[in-house]
């Protein structure tokens, strides 16, 4: 057990309604990721940050923002839901994100927007 | 780019059958580390294994073993003697030296029938 949460751990919602994911961890890493996955896609990732207020995109972060106003909590947002944001999201932490470092997985999201 | 092929999509075996999933990998960095990650039915994602791309040594771990080949960018994992509890989605990954993002395959669902 890294010490990840992610909130909710499902949720279903309708197009166009805004949604916010969550995940918190107790182990003070500095590194934190989003990565959704999809069948015949694996891991993307979409968004990361490298300490409080700093954050950079992944390779998928069209529709989605983030922010980290503190250590411990790292969210992911959609402003305006899509059916193509259906997915399963994971949150990611690591201590410095660098080299050989592996990385700690929450639990994961369902997400199903209709 | 640092990219990641794991070109077996599904592999279904006989319990007790070896069983290898190959891992491709693509990077301009010298130095880079490679992993494999396990997300049984229940969703987490487990830790198998890191690599470094100074070490070509395989590597044998109970019934897993690793085989690192940088002369054909490959490092495959192959399940001796495979047991149901063996049946998920196994995920290939790459990180480079200074880069601070995991790049994973699209990943490869292994069904181990009784």
């Known amino acids: 057990d890294a010490g990840i949460t992610q909130s909710p751990r499902h949720k279903v919602t309708e197009t166009g309604t805004p949604v916010t994911l969550r995940c918190h961890q107790t182990e003070n890493h500095r590194y934190m990721y989003w990565y959704r996955q999809d069948p015949g896609h694996g891991l993307r990732l979409i968004h990361y940050s490298y300490g409080v207020k700093d954050t950079d995109k992944g390779e998928v972060s069209d529709g989605y923002s983030v922010s980290r106003s503190k250590t411990e909590d790292f969210l992911l947002t959609l402003e305006s839901a899509t059916s193509s944001q259906t997915s399963v999201y994971f949150c990611a932490i690591s201590l410095t994100g660098l080299g050989g470092e592996k990385l700690f997985f929450g639990s994961g999201t369902q997400l199903s927007v209709l | 780019a640092q990219k990641v092929t794991q070109a077996q999509t599904e592999i279904s075996v006989v319990e007790k059958e070896d069983v290898t999933l190959d891992c491709v990998y693509e990077t301009r960095d010298t130095t880079y580390y490679l992993f494999w990650y396990k997300q049984p039915p229940s969703g987490e994602l487990v830790f198998l294994i890191r690599?470094?791309?100074?070490?070509?040594q395989n590597e044998i771990s109970g019934r897993y073993s690793w085989n690192f080949q940088k002369s054909t960018s490959s490092f495959n994992f192959t399940i001796t003697a495979s047991q149901v509890v063996d049946s998920a989605v196994y995920f290939c990954?790459?990180?480079?030296?200074?880069?601070?993002?995991?790049?994973f395959g699209a990943g490869t669902i292994l069904r181990v029938k009784s």
């Open positions: 690599r470094n791309s100074f070490d070509e």
């Open positions: 990954a790459l990180r480079g030296e200074y880069g601070n993002k995991l790049v």
